[in-house]
């Protein structure tokens, strides 16, 4: 009995090698830099304004 592997799939047919070279690193490291700094500065933000919202809960 023959197996049919008939899935559907967005894989490539042909099979594939990449590299990633160092510019495609400094980018990702870049990106997420940046990403934590955003997320630091709404924390800060939301972080502030609890604080006002229990002084004026007091």
Same mark, same amino acid.
């Given at each position: 009995?023959? !197996?049919?592997?008939?899935?559907? $799939? $967005? /894989?490539?047919?042909? !099979? #594939?090698? $990449? &590299?990633? $070279? +160092? %510019? +495609?690193?400094?980018? /990702? &490291?870049?990106? %997420?830099? +940046? !990403?934590? !700094?955003?997320? #630091? /500065?709404? @924390?800060? %933000?939301?972080? /502030?304004? #609890?604080?006002? *919202? *229990? @002084?004026?809960?007091?």
């Amino acid at each position: 009995m023959e !197996k049919k592997d008939n899935y559907p $799939t $967005t /894989a490539p047919k042909k !099979k #594939e090698i $990449t &590299i990633e $070279t +160092n %510019s +495609n690193l400094e980018n /990702a &490291i870049e990106n %997420s830099v +940046n !990403k934590h !700094k955003e997320y #630091e /500065a709404v @924390n800060i %933000s939301i972080g /502030a304004d #609890e604080i006002k *919202q *229990q @002084n004026e809960n007091l």
